[in-house]
């Protein structure tokens, strides 16, 4: 009796210490991705380390992050950075592609699903990385284009791009605003909030459903990722855009480590 009560403990132990490191990542993860996407380069394989099943992390990343990112989307709101003219045909096609992409990724098997997360996991990190290579700050001259057609087949192909997978969405979203309809820096991240904010929500329906969420444990994660949305997102108001590098350099570092760590433990 002694020694199942002690084994209960170091269980419930070990289940603590994971969920504050899950909490952590997900304050981090909401920081970053407020400012310059790419919060499920660290959120899905934080999950994956404490050993949530694939789908379930996919889910999972999408209940946190979906909920964390209305605070960042409030305080982009406020500083009238978001260009609301292309933001209705964006919402309809990103929702519409997620949809789709998260019941393309629920049909597979558990095992190709966890060969497809480390197969997309760089393809998220390059988007992530490219983009701060590539973007630097429009001219406030600069012509910004409203093709209908453009916002919508890019925001389809990106939305199912992440309910199928998701990590460098937010990265995605920005670098296609500033390259096709030529939004400055601060535009293209306040902008890509909503589309991603979108795109999540096709995708949270999809996994719901299939029940691919852990909403108990979640809600500490989603406070915390609503925290790091809010302070991230102010960061990146007072410095008009020029803290995403830095925190780019962050991402990296975190997602290295994670990666480093899986492989060695594997």
């Known amino acids: 009796m002694e020694n199942l009560f002690i084994e209960n403990s170091i269980i419930a132990n070990y289940f603590i210490i994971g969920l504050c490191l899950l909490v952590v990542a ?13 919060a499920g380069l660290i959120l899905i394989p934080a999950f994956l380390m404490v050993g949530l099943p694939p789908q379930l992390a996919l889910g999972q990343e999408k209940l946190v992050s979906t909920i ?21 045909i964006g919402i309809i096609s990103a929702l ?40 630097k700050q429009q001219s406030e001259t600069t012509e910004i284009k409203k093709s209908i057609l453009a916002v919508f087949v890019t925001c389809l192909i990106v939305g199912f791009y992440d309910g199928f997978f998701g990590p460098g969405t937010g990265s995605i979203f920005i670098i296609a605003l500033f390259m096709i309809n030529k939004l400055s820096l601060l535009q293209a991240s ?73 492989a060695l433990t594997a």
Do not use: R
């Open 96 to 135: 519409l592609g997620a949809y789709i992409g998260a019941e393309v990724i629920l049909m597979l098997p558990t095992h190709v699903i966890s060969y497809i997360i480390f197969a997309f996991l760089p393809l998220g990190l390059g988007a992530t990385l490219f983009k701060g290579k590539l973007i």
């Open 68 to 88: 964390g990112t209305i605070a960042a989307i409030k305080n982009f709101m406020k500083s009238d950075s978001i260009i609301w003219k292309i933001v209705p």
């Open 190 to 262: 306040a902008t890509s909030k909503i589309f991603n904010f979108s795109s999540n929500i096709g995708a949270f329906v999809s996994f719901a459903i299939a029940g691919k969420m852990a909403f108990l444990i979640g809600i500490p994660m989603i406070i915390a990722n609503l925290l790091g949305n809010h302070i991230g997102s102010q960061h990146a108001i007072k410095s008009n855009g020029e803290v995403i590098k830095k925190v780019l350099i962050i991402t990296v570092a975190l997602l290295m480590c994670t990666l480093g760590y899986k």
């Open 26 to 38: 997900s304050f981090v993860a909401g920081y970053i991705d407020s400012i310059a996407g790419g």
